[in-house]
């Protein structure tokens, strides 16, 4: 399966809701705590205007995602799916 990094902060609500859905599913991620590493959250404002909007997703394509639904996640992993095929 393609893989995403999820950007995130441990307060973040959206970022909990997000990744419990995401796990409940069995799709797996990497994640970076952008409080506890400066250049996640340098990446994260580069691809969000210079806003630290979490959870920010980057995927393997080089694509992200800023504040995603899981269904736009599944979609998006089902992208990059046929792409490799």
């Known amino acids: 399966m393609p893989s995403f990094t999820m950007y995130s902060t441990s307060w973040c609500g959206y ?3 997000l990744k419990g859905t995401l796990n409940r599913e069995g ?3 990497d994640e970076m705590d952008i409080e506890a590493d400066p ?6 404002m580069s691809v969000n205007k ?3 909007t979490v959870p920010t997703l980057i ?3 080089g694509s992200s995602m800023t504040n995603p639904s899981p ?3 599944k979609g998006k ?9």
Do not use: H, K, M, W
């Open 27 to 29: 799709i797996t991620f």
């Open 15 to 17: 970022c909990r809701r």
């Open 39 to 44: 250049q996640a959250a340098e990446l994260v």
């Open 50 to 52: 210079g806003n630290a």
């Open 77 to 85: 992993l089902a992208e990059l799916t046929a792409a490799q095929a």
């Open 59 to 61: 995927f393997s394509d």
């Open 71 to 73: 269904g736009e996640v």
